[in-house]
């Protein structure tokens, strides 16, 4: 087991790689708890759950919203909760961001902590402290940053995915890779087969790189006032693409960080043999998808995003695998690139 301490100004959070929901209890305080789950973890692994009150929510992204968190706010009235309880959440990002809300708001804040049974939440969604909801259909419109005292990552609870959700969650140590160390984005790329095959040893392996990543830039920037920001390589255009098309996150944010790499290109700072490496990785590991692609409905949810200040974004752009930085770039500037964008291969245009 690998134990990560995360320090912020907020709190002390401890990453514990490879720990088993089955001692959970070895890190709970005393006193009341109560679960948050969904319904799909819960049946798979509620008799391994210590005996506490359980709330269960919808499965899915469709799930992650106000109307979801006003039902636990309830659930929780019913069971009295009090400034003492003890929040833990069972599950994927959906439960980890309805759980890291809900205890973040409710009576004020309450403690909490999260047993992550996706790869998706393992390697980013359960770390960092950002807890958030959509609000009437964009991406985590509403939210807080606030650390949970501790995270369970149960790499056996991987088993239980679907290929689609495990090479979903994969996107987000590739995004890791192609911002911050080239040699991780290497062994991926030499190991392709093993990680398809979701080689036990590997996947931890690759799963400790990648949160030693994230953990790293987090302890340095908690608000995302400036180095943070690079964590959302690929989410400008990928969290558009994610409310508007059938695309699993990693797979949106991949199409979103091919993007980025066009545009990073386009501003003559990254080689075209990096943009078809990347792109051919992603080809490999099947998160390239093909969507009708509507310039005028993308740029309208990207003007919703929360990165945006004004009439400037802040846009991650890469240099090179391992190298990224970030820019203020215009409203008119993104406007232009949408317009012009060209990605034969990866799109079908609705308005070419």
């Keep these: 087991m690998k134990d990560i301490t995360v ?22 305080p005393d006193g009341k708890v109560i679960i948050i789950t969904d319904e799909n973890v819960s049946k798979h692994y509620a008799g391994q759950f210590p005996s506490f009150p359980v709330i269960r929510i919808g499965c899915g992204e469709e799930n992650k919203n106000l109307d979801t968190v006003r039902k636990v706010y309830h659930e929780l009235l019913k069971e009295n909760t009090d400034r003492s309880t003890f929040i833990l959440g069972v599950g994927g990002g959906v ?8 205890a973040s708001t409710f009576l004020r804040g309450l403690p909490f902590g999260f047993v992550s049974t996706s790869l998706l ?23 807080i940053i606030r650390q949970p005292r501790f995270v369970i990552c149960d790499h056996n609870m991987l088993d239980t995915l679907s290929f689609r959700e495990y090479i979903s969650g994969f996107a987000e140590i590739l995004k890791h890779a192609i911002i911050r160390d080239r040699k991780l ?3 991926i790329e030499t190991n392709l087969e093993k990680v398809l095959g979701r ?17 790293a830039v987090v302890e340095s920037d908690e608000q995302e ?15 558009a693409l994610e409310t508007l098309y059938d695309l699993t996150h990693g797979e949106a944010i991949s199409l979103g960080m091919m993007i980025s790499n066009r545009f990073s290109m386009d501003r003559g700072i990254l080689s075209l043999n990096e943009v078809l490496r990347i792109d051919s ?5 099947h998160l390239m998808k093909e969507v009708i692609y509507d310039r005028g409905k993308v740029l309208k949810v990207m003007l919703a995003d929360k990165k945006k200040y004004g009439d400037t974004f802040h846009y991650i752009m890469i240099s090179g695998i391992g190298h990224s930085c970030s820019g203020e770039i215009t409203l008119d500037e993104l406007r232009l690139f949408n317009e012009k964008l060209d990605v034969q291969g990866i799109f079908k245009l609705v308005n070419p």
């Design 7 to 28: 320090k912020t100004d907020s709190g002390i959070s401890r990453v514990l790689l490879g720990e088993s929901l089955k001692n959970v209890d070895r890190y709970l």
């Design 95 to 102: 439960v980890c961001d309805i759980a890291g809300f809900v």
């Design 121 to 143: 939440s393992q390697v980013d969604a359960s770390i960092g402290g950002k807890n958030g909801v959509n609000f009437q259909g964009y991406k985590n419109l509403v939210g």
């Design 185 to 187: 984005f290497d062994r």
């Design 199 to 215: 080689d036990k040893d590997l996947i931890h392996e690759l799963i400790t790189a990648s949160v030693k990543i994230k953990s």
């Design 225 to 239: 006032a400036g180095l943070r920001r690079v964590l959302n390589y690929g989410h400008t255009f990928g969290h």
């Design 281 to 285: 990785l992603f080809r490999r590991l």
